[in-house]
């Protein structure tokens, strides 16, 4: 299985794994952003892909970076046709200013199966044990 990656610009850093067996393949920031506390910034790569036939993307948060800086990614979907730049929707849940370097790790892309199910409109649904019981319907903790 492989990941074509297209480098979109010279600058661009390509995607890659900290240690051979990591899920996630590290994303970084093409240009140097400032990141005020809570404030929202889309982070451009540089690169563009194209994922296996039957996968999707997934952005997810660096996990240092999320204890350290208090940095959560958001909308991080990459379906399978897409071929525009991948770009990282970061959001500062911490109380100091975030500079992002250019060049540094921003995210981490998780290629996944994915299940691509019919949809059927019914007037029921099967019945379940849980049933319409939801948020903290399984105890807090």
């Given amino acids: 299985m492989k990941i074509l990656i297209k480098k979109l610009t010279k600058e661009a850093k390509i995607p890659s794994r900290a240690y051979p067996d990591d899920a996630g393949i590290d994303l970084y920031a093409l240009k140097e952003v400032v990141l005020e506390p809570g404030k929202l910034a889309t982070i451009p790569t540089g690169i563009a892909v194209a994922l296996p036939k039957g996968s999707v993307g997934l ?56 299940l691509r199910p019919d949809i059927e409109v019914v007037e029921e649904l099967p019945s379940s044990l849980r049933g319409e019981r939801g948020f903290g319907s399984s105890g807090a903790s």
């Fill in 59 to 114: 952005i997810w948060d660096k996990s240092g970076l999320a204890s350290s800086f208090g940095l959560k990614t958001l909308g991080g979907v990459i379906d399978e046709g897409y071929r525009g730049e991948i770009k990282v929707l970061v959001i500062n849940l911490g109380k100091e200013k975030v500079v992002i370097k250019k060049g540094s790790k921003i995210a981490q892309l998780l290629v996944q199966p994915i």
